[in-house]
């Protein structure tokens, strides 16, 4: 699985649970930090990767 997959996996759970009702805003906005997070470090070490 590749990272940006397993980012929009653990990001579509607490969002389908937001729509829901079932969680708060600043609930999801912290789940969305967490995957944006996942998300540059992934690009970040993909660049690194490529320089060297």
Not at 1 to 4: A, E, I, R, V
Not at 28 to 52: N, P, T
């Given at each position: 699985?590749?990272?940006?997959k ?10 389908t ?7 708060d805003?600043?609930t ?25």
């Open positions: 699985m590749t990272t940006n397993l980012i929009e996996s653990l990001h579509g759970d607490p969002a649970l937001h729509d829901a009702g079932a969680i805003k600043v999801m906005g912290e789940f969305d930090a967490i995957c944006l997070r996942l998300y540059v470090d992934s690009v970040r070490s993909k660049g690194l990767q490529a320089i060297l």
